[in-house]
């Protein structure tokens, strides 16, 4: 499960990592959610240590159990609010048997959204760690590499046949590599950016219903934490 917090909006829109792709030239980029506190203490880059026990939600400071929202002493004063968004307490069969015009069934769709930002959330989770398990269980060469040892092959040498099919089949490998790495790099910055269009919808739904209510981030949290049980 993602964090709870109410608004992960990516602050920076789509950040590079400069991850490098040998020699493809990809760059990994992934929603900035460390510095929206997102992911465990924000150090995660996405698939690292994503969704842990950070900041940003959980046993964090904005939600969950923490002192601003969740059981702490804030309970009370996040409670008054959110007013009638308090509705969102109800449990799933009031959901399914609300009417559309009640404060139940009002919440719905940013119910709704933000289960599908954590589905998003998840994916790419999921895209990222493929395009890591690639990267690093990839121990040879690049093709750079190899085609350089190959310009430098003297074609008089008596080797030079045995050494050429040899630097070919291993420059095959590595461009095999290298491409599925650049595949995995775009399917990751796709998952990416469905993330953050996931968000950006939860954050018009949230402020649609909401309406002129000013709430604070410890009442967003909350909020999104009672929708994302």
């Known amino acids: 499960?993602?964090?709870?917090?109410?608004?992960?909006?990516?602050?920076?829109?789509?950040?590079?990592?400069?991850?490098?792709?040998?020699?493809?030239?990809?760059?990994?980029?992934?929603?900035?959610?460390?510095?929206?506190?997102?992911?465990?203490n924000g150090n995660g880059n996405g698939g690292g240590n994503g969704g842990g026990n950070g900041n940003g939600g959980g046993n964090g400071n904005a939600g969950g159990n923490g002192n601003a929202g969740g059981n702490g002493n804030g309970?009370?004063?996040v409670a008054r609010e959110l007013g009638g968004l308090n509705a969102a307490h109800a449990n799933e069969q009031a959901f399914l048997n609300a009417a559309a015009n009640s404060r139940v069934g009002e919440l719905a769709p940013l119910r709704d959204a933000y289960r599908e930002a954590q589905d998003a959330y998840a994916e790419w989770q999921d895209a990222y760690a493929d395009y890591v398990a690639e990267r690093d269980g990839w121990t040879g060469r690049t093709t750079e590499e190899i085609q350089a040892e190959i310009d430098d092959l003297d074609d008089t040498s008596e080797t030079y046949e045995d050494d050429l099919a040899r630097l070919e089949g291993e420059y095959d490998d590595a461009e095999a590599h290298e491409t599925r790495l650049s595949d995995l790099a775009s399917a990751s910055n796709g998952a990416a950016a469905d993330y953050e269009d996931?968000?950006?919808?939860?954050?018009?739904?949230?402020?649609?219903?909401?309406?002129?209510?000013?709430?604070?981030?410890?009442?967003?949290a909350h909020l999104r934490e009672l929708l994302s049980r």
Do not use: F, W, Y
């Not at 990994?28 to 510095?35: D, K, V």
């Not at 996931?198 to 000013?214: F, Q, T, W």
């Open 75 to 77: 309970h009370g004063l």
């Open 198 to 220: 996931a968000e950006d919808a939860a954050d018009e739904e949230l402020e649609e219903i909401a309406g002129d209510l000013d709430l604070s981030d410890a009442a967003r």
């Open 1 to 40: 499960m993602i964090p709870n917090k109410a608004k992960m909006v990516i602050t920076s829109s789509l950040i590079a990592l400069s991850i490098a792709v040998a020699t493809v030239g990809v760059t990994l980029s992934i929603p900035s959610a460390a510095e929206a506190q997102g992911n465990g």
